[in-house]
Structures are given as C-alpha cells and as structure tokens.
C-alpha cells in the first residue's frame, strides 16, 4: 500500500528520530545520575528516595500533566498546520492554565499528606522533608513536560529534545556537588527540583519563540468555553494516566508499607529500568498520534484501516524488542553499573519487561484513540484495569500469597504489569473494533511476538554459555539483530511492501539512512526467499 501522502512517513520518522535521539541522550545523562545516586546512597536511603518521588507522581503528576500533553500533540499541530496563531495562543493559554492550576492543587494536598505517608506508609517520620520536596520537583516537571510536549505539536521535537537534555544534565551536576557536601537523600531530591525548574524556564522560553514566527507572542486568558474544551479532551486522558501510572506509583507506596527500605531500594531500582523502556515507547506514541492524526484527516475512510494497522504493527517491531533484551538481560545491564546491594533489581525488572511487552499492544491502541477522540472511552478501559489492578495487589501483596522476603514486591509487579497489561490489551482489542471498526492484523501480530519470544530464547542462551556481563550484551546484541530480521520475515510479520515502506520514511533522515538501510538490506534478502 502507497503512502496516502508523501510526508506524512517522513514526517513521522523525523519526529520520532528527535524525539528518541534526545530521550536517549537523556536517558544516558540520567543513567550517569541513577549510578551516581544509587552507589551514593544506601540502599535503604534510595528507598526513601524511591517512596519520595512515588509520593509526589501519584499525588502531583499522576493527573495533571499528560491529559493536556496529548491535547498539545493532537490540536496545537492542526493549529500550526493551518497557520491559525488566534488558536494557537488560545490552545497554548488554556493548556498552561489547566495543567498549573490543577497542579498547584495538587501540591497543596501533597504538602497536606507527606507527613502521614512518612509516618504510617514508610514508617520514617524524618522522610517528610523528603517527600515535601519530591513533591515540589514534581510539579516543575509536570510544567517542564507541557512546555516539552507543546514544542512537538509546533513540529519542534529537537527543540523539545534540548530542554529534555538540558534538564537532565543540570539535574546530574546539582545532584552530584549536593551529594558530595554530604546532604545525601535531600541532596538527591534537591538536584532533581533544580533541573526541573531550570528546565521549565527553556522550555517556557522556546515556546514562546515558536509563537513569535505566527505572529506576537501573548497570554491570552482562556474563556470558560474554552476551558471547557480543553478539559473535554484532556480530562479522561488525565484521569486514564491517573489510573495507569497512578496504580503504578501507588504500588511504590503499598509495597513500601510491607517491605524493607532496602527492599524498596530494588525495588526502585527496576523502575528506573522501566524509565529508560518508557523513553522508547513515549516517543513512538506522540509519533503515533501525530501519524494516526494525519492520516485520519488525509485518507478515506476505506483505506484508513489498513494504515493504522501498519503504524500499530511497525511501532511493536521496532520496540517490542528493546523490551524483551531489557527484560533478559537485567541482571548484566544493572551489575555492570550498579552495587550487588540491590541484590533483587535484576528479578524485578525482568518481571517488568514481561508485563510492559505484554501490554504494548494496549499502549499503542490507546494512541490510536487519542487521534480518534474517543478519550471517554480510554477512561472506562483505564478503570476497568485499575480495578483489576489494584484488587490484585489487595490480594498478593499483605497476605503473603508469594513466599519470600521479596514476595510483596514481586505479587505488587504480577498485579500491576502483568495482570494489569493482559486486561488492558483486552478492552482495548474489543474497543477499537467496537467503537473504530479496527480489526488488528493478528497473523502479522503473532510473527512479531513469536519472533520476540525466539530471540528471547536465544538471548538466554547468550547468558547461559557466554561469560561476563560485558560479554554477554554485546554478544545477545549481535545475535538479536541477526536474527531477529530473518525470524519477522520467515514468520510473515514483515514483507517486502512493509521493508520497502520503513525504507522510504527514514530517507530523509542522513544519520539513520545508512545503518537502518543496510539493516533493511539485510530483511530484504530473507524476505525475498520466502
């Protein structure tokens, strides 16, 4: 199938090439810093830093940010397609408003809060300073990420990409001299807030540039229509991140009520680990959005679902297995850097690899939504796994339904992530069908996940026989990327229209074209026997 509009591939892929370049940047920058903090710190004093910032997402972030991000990455680029500036400002306006006012509210309750959660959750009443902080650094990032998400609805992903990186780099430095002095968990938070607020200033500041090549840069104070409007949209979206991660963070908090700082430690450790997969996928779905968006607006009705099947089918091959080496190889990737006193980091974060890779088809259908508006039913499904989420935990967390000293932890991640994300695939599968008429390519769908669950094995097999952590990942990396195209393609996941395709949106792209070509080149050949 042709593309239905030159650009819209191209486009797409420069995006997600901005965006994950910087995000990688970032990741790289904020791996230097996870080292640092997690060496510098005990491992129960890294739990209280885990439960500080689980505090402060569930009760600041959980709502108010990414509801409004979305309705940035789908309306301000209509707007900035159109040239429309009067509905540019008026988006940008409401949007700041929005996202501040709810998140100001939502600090005063966490300052409300932090004491009983350092007291009766976490069992350290000296931890509230801590959490009170977190708090505070949350809300900056829930700005700094409006301002992030505002500039890839100008089109301006490496604009957003350097405030992302730029952030990163300060939160390394403050956190580092801050530590040294001796100030540790604070230290911590605090080089965290520092980067956050600094971040919120450049981003604040690019935002208004991109306005100024539209016209004359103003506040404009949105109408209660408006308002209105931007709350229509962004609210079941705000409420569907409050559910999702907000089960997430909440887990941090109800695990921690049952387990040992030290434990907790690990246990944060391995969601750093799920950050640095999230990277990946956040990309790829603004990307998504963006092309699910066009192609909605530029394509008959006749032809759109085949496209978003090619979108939902080429963001899982692209990821799914950065998940499935994440998840066989925890163990290497955390002790190559960190101390073995984080001796069940390596457990945890296999587990949340499983449960990410079984829900990435739920997360990817939920962009497809988000272009479709159908943000209210995102919110019934969002609930529905909530529900099944958190009675789940309820169930295997406090009574010991896993054996262990790390048993609480491990029922809290089989509850969230892998419960969790078959119940999410599952109404959102029915969904898109039931309210888009999308019947998901399953036969293409089964090829990525069987191919991924080869080089799973095959990865394993890395560890089994290969010796040295260093060993091992470059060893497993060679192998998945030999074999990993002659698996999609012998098993009918991707054809020579699919590889052909891939090959047009990255042309443009100098520093991808080569390497991701000769990848291609190398698909084509197996596809070409089949």
């Known amino acids: 199938m042709e593309e239905p509009r030159p650009g819209i591939g191209n486009r797409a892929a420069k995006m997600f090439y901005s965006l994950s370049v910087g995000r990688l940047l970032s990741v790289l920058i904020t791996l230097v810093l996870f080292i640092y903090v997690a060496n510098g710190l005990t491992a129960a004093s890294f739990g209280v830093y885990t439960f500080a910032f689980g505090f402060g997402s569930l009760v600041v972030a959980a709502f108010s940010a990414f509801g409004v991000s979305h309705y940035f990455n789908k309306f301000l680029t209509d707007h900035v397609d159109r040239k429309d500036f009067d509905m540019m400002l008026k988006t940008v306006s409401s949007g700041y408003v929005l996202v501040s006012a709810v998140a100001l509210a939502l600090l005063l309750i966490g300052f409300a809060l932090s004491q009983f959660a350092a007291t009766y959750m976490l069992k350290q009443p000296a931890a509230t300073a801590a959490i009170m902080l977190a708090s505070v650094a949350t809300f900056f990032f829930v700005i700094k990420s409006t301002s992030e998400t505002a500039l890839v609805g100008f089109g301006r992903g490496d604009l957003s990409a350097i405030v992302l990186v730029v952030t990163t780099v300060v939160q390394l430095a403050a956190s580092i001299v801050l530590i040294k002095a001796g100030y540790g968990v604070i230290g911590a938070v605090d080089g965290m807030l520092i980067g956050y607020v600094l971040g919120f200033i450049l981003g604040l500041y ?70 640095f997969m999230t990277v990946f996928y956040s990309a790829m779905s603004m990307t998504m959005i963006q092309a699910f968006t066009t192609a909605r607006s530029t394509v008959k009705d006749g032809t759109v679902n085949p496209l978003y099947n090619r979108i939902i089918n080429y963001s899982l091959l692209l990821t799914v297995p950065i998940f499935v080496y994440v998840g066989v190889f925890a163990k290497p990737l955390l002790f190559t850097v960190l101390s073995t006193k984080y001796a069940y980091a390596p457990l945890f974060l296999s587990l949340i690899a499983l449960g990410v890779t079984i829900n990435s088809i739920g997360l990817y259908l939920s962009g497809l939504m988000i272009a479709n508006e159908r943000t209210s039913k995102i919110l019934k499904y969002a609930f529905i796994s909530m529900v099944f989420q958190i009675a789940s935990m309820l169930i295997l967390v406090p009574y010991g339904m896993v054996p262990g000293t790390d048993g609480p932890v491990i029922g809290g991640i089989i509850a969230i992530f892998i419960i969790g994300g078959i119940v999410d695939d599952a109404t959102f599968i029915i969904g898109v069908k039931r309210v888009l008429g999308l019947s998901l390519e399953y036969g293409k769908l089964a090829g990525i996940f069987i191919s991924n669950a080869v080089v799973a094995l095959l990865l394993y097999l890395c560890l089994v026989f290969a010796s040295g952590f260093i060993t091992e990942l470059v060893i497993g990396a060679v192998v998945a990327l030999l074999a990993y195209p002659i698996l999609l393609t012998r098993l009918g996941a991707m054809g020579r229209d699919d590889i052909e395709a891939m090959r047009k949106a990255i042309r443009r792209i100098r520093l991808l074209e080569k390497p991701v070509g000769m990848f291609l080149d190398y698909s084509s050949f197996f596809a070409g026997t089949r």
């Open 206 to 275: 690019y935002v208004v540039k991109c306005l100024g090549l539209y016209g004359k840069p103003r506040f404009i104070m949105p109408t209660m229509e408006e308002m209105r409007k931007t709350l229509r949209f962004s609210g079941p979206i705000g409420f569907n991140n409050l559910l999702n991660t907000g089960a997430n963070n909440f887990s941090v908090l109800f695990i921690g009520a049952y387990v040992a700082n030290s434990m907790l430690g690990s246990y944060g450790i391995a969601l750093k680990g799920l950050a």
